[in-house]
């Protein structure tokens, strides 16, 4: 039998804080990220609002060199990497304290990757020729570039890449850290995503395909997922990084363990290049798959977080695969989706979702859906409306789906060791 993969540190920069207890904090307090943006200048977009990480220095985790040689969701990985790697006890000032690098692996996603790093080169081409073009900016653009930095920062060279699935990209790389450890290949990964693409572009063109909200006029009410009247979501940015451990390995060097990841699921709608399958049928297939590599059955889950994007298409869709996935347990489960107060973080948001499922596990308490004002008939499950809930957490699921059809699913379970 597979040793059983643990998570023992966690790292988080987020709209709602540059810490995980910062955003644990603020997310049960149904504290919102949204406001204008203020990264550029949107006068001549329709969008004028985001989740913008506020207040962070990327001097508190880089060195001045280094901050010129990375893009801005590199920044954020960094430093969520810090975090997790120091909670875990595996900081060092060789990379890592581990006997054996070769036996760590870093898969750390992004949907787009530099897509500042990419627009401001174009620029520079445009106004001041090629050869002004940084040396540094096809590192700074490429999805694996937060991969390939962390396994540089900490000396990683166990199996190193990103995973791209859209915004399923954080639980992808969490899933298949947690296949390369079951499978022997190593005993620590470092997993989870980062994204910065608030950025005129990245604005314009999720705008274009419908997809934000443009209430700037009063945005005291938005993201609303699951809510009548929502009208889409709202870009954010960040990282969400978690330490995955084989659990004797976790054991062994005597550290806390903070939960059990216990089964991953992944799945394709090959149904349409942006819209989610309209019965819900390939998100159902990752629930049920993630369900039966965790060992248990539908009535053992105690919250899901959703994927819950506030976009008219998403939020009946996904209800429809809980429904097909859980059947008259839908009804049962408390379902909420913290975007309403992260934004959507495209291929980070996931990841750090998985964090909020295992805190919500140690503390016992769901987070709410913000933002939530009048129900839809179509989405008729418990959705954990505004106010956070007191209840007991043995496991969690955290539901990922993306462009491209694109689902995957995860399972976290209170840690025991039987």
Same mark, same amino acid.
């Not at 005993?187 to 994204?195: F, I, N, P, R, W």
């Not at 489960?333 to 919500?360: D, Q, R, Y």
């Not at 809930?389 to 993306?402: L, Q, S, W, Y």
């Given at each position: ?86 909670q875990a006890g595996l900081e060092s000032e060789k990379g890592l304290n581990v006997s054996d690098p070769t036996r760590v692996g870093a898969i750390i996603s992004a949907a787009i990757g530099g897509l500042n790093a990419f627009v401001d080169t ?40 990103? @995973?791209? +699935?859209?915004?399923? &990209? #954080? ?7 947690? $296949? !390369? ?34 209430k700037h006029d009063d945005y005291s009410l938005t993201p609303a997922p699951f809510d009548l009247n929502r009208d889409g979501l709202v870009m954010g940015e960040g990282s969400g990084i978690v330490i995955l451990e084989r659990e004797q390995h ?24 942006? @819209?989610? +399958?309209?019965?819900? &049928? #390939? ?7 993630? $369900? !039966? ?126």
């Amino acid at each position: 039998m597979a040793d059983k993969v643990v998570i023992t540190g966690m790292g988080a920069v987020c709209p709602i804080g540059l810490t995980v207890e910062e955003a644990w904090q603020n997310l049960v307090m149904g504290i919102s990220g949204v406001g204008p943006i203020s990264l550029f200048d949107p006068k001549d977009l329709l969008v004028k609002i985001a989740c913008e990480v506020k207040n962070f220095r990327p001097e508190d985790y880089l060195s001045p060199r280094e901050i010129r040689r990375r893009d801005r969701y590199q920044y954020f990985a960094a430093a969520a990497v810090r975090q997790a790697v120091r909670q875990a006890g595996l900081e060092s000032e060789k990379g890592l304290n581990v006997s054996d690098p070769t036996r760590v692996g870093a898969i750390i996603s992004a949907a787009i990757g530099g897509l500042n790093a990419f627009v401001d080169t174009q620029n520079v081409m445009r106004d001041e020729g090629p050869r002004k073009i940084s040396p540094f900016a096809i590192p700074m653009l490429m999805p694996n570039g937060a991969a390939s930095m962390t396994a540089l920062d900490y000396h990683i060279q166990g199996p190193c890449f990103s @995973a791209v +699935s859209a915004c399923a &990209s #954080g639980s992808e790389a969490i899933g298949l850290g947690w $296949l !390369l450890i079951r499978s022997g290949i190593i005993d620590v990964a470092v997993v989870g995503g980062c994204e910065a693409t608030i950025s005129p572009l990245g604005v314009a063109t999720f705008d274009r395909l419908g997809a934000l909200s443009r209430k700037h006029d009063d945005y005291s009410l938005t993201p609303a997922p699951f809510d009548l009247n929502r009208d889409g979501l709202v870009m954010g940015e960040g990282s969400g990084i978690v330490i995955l451990e084989r659990e004797q390995h976790a054991r062994d060097r005597n550290v806390p363990i903070l939960a059990e990841l216990a089964g991953y699921g992944s799945s394709n709608d090959a149904f349409h290049i942006t @819209a989610p +399958s309209e019965d819900g &049928s #390939g998100g159902a297939y990752a629930i049920r798959t993630a $369900l !039966l590599s965790a060992g248990i059955t539908q009535k053992d889950v105690d919250y899901i977080n959703a994927h819950g994007t506030a976009t008219a298409l998403n939020d009946i869709s996904e209800t429809k695969a809980i429904k097909l996935a859980f059947g008259e347990d839908a009804y049962r489960v408390p379902i909420s989706s913290t975007k309403s107060m992260t934004g959507h973080m495209m291929g980070a948001t996931c990841a750090l979702e998985t964090i909020f499922c295992v805190n919500a596990i140690r503390d016992g308490i769901v987070p709410p859906t913000i933002h939530y004002q009048t129900p839809d008939p179509a989405c008729d499950l418990d959705v954990v409306p505004n106010v956070a809930r007191k209840i007991p957490v043995h496991v969690a699921m955290n539901n990922a789906f993306g462009f491209g059809g694109h689902n995957v699913v995860l399972i976290i379970r209170e840690y025991s060791h039987v």
